[in-house]
């Protein structure tokens, strides 16, 4: 079956940089769209950035300028770089995976910013 691992989540402060990781197993990577999300508390899960099958990519407006999502369709994994990060950017994140009615998540990884 699908499995995600997302890593790469801890305390940053505002203004620093993370990049988080997600690696994919059980399925045909390169035939999913992979995406991440973020929840933060109190709220309702949100998309932040997808990569493509074809490797494009779209960024929510929030995080446009300052998050990068790619892909390594060889190495099964997706990755988030995220820069100029904000307070408001903390929260866990979670890496998906769909195709056709296929929609898995991983168990998050959380991102705290603080000063």
């Known amino acids: 079956q699908v499995q995600l691992v997302e890593s790469g989540g801890g305390l940053v402060q505002p203004g620093g940089s993370l990049r988080l990781s997600c690696a994919a197993s059980?399925?045909?990577?390169?035939?999913?769209?992979m995406s991440w999300y973020r929840q933060a508390p109190g709220k309702e899960r949100e998309l932040v950035a997808v990569?493509?099958?074809?490797?494009?990519?779209v960024n929510a407006d929030s995080v446009k300028g300052r998050f990068t999502v790619s892909r390594d369709n060889a190495r099964k994994m997706v990755y988030l770089q995220m820069n100029s990060l904000k307070v408001e950017d903390t929260a866990v994140y979670y890496c998906?995976?769909?195709?056709?009615?296929?929609?898995?998540w991983g168990k998050g990884t959380l991102v705290t910013v603080s000063s």
């Open positions: 990569a493509t099958t074809g490797g494009s990519t």
């Open positions: 998906n995976a769909r195709y056709f009615t296929t929609n898995a």
């Open positions: 059980g399925f045909t990577f390169s035939s999913y769209v």
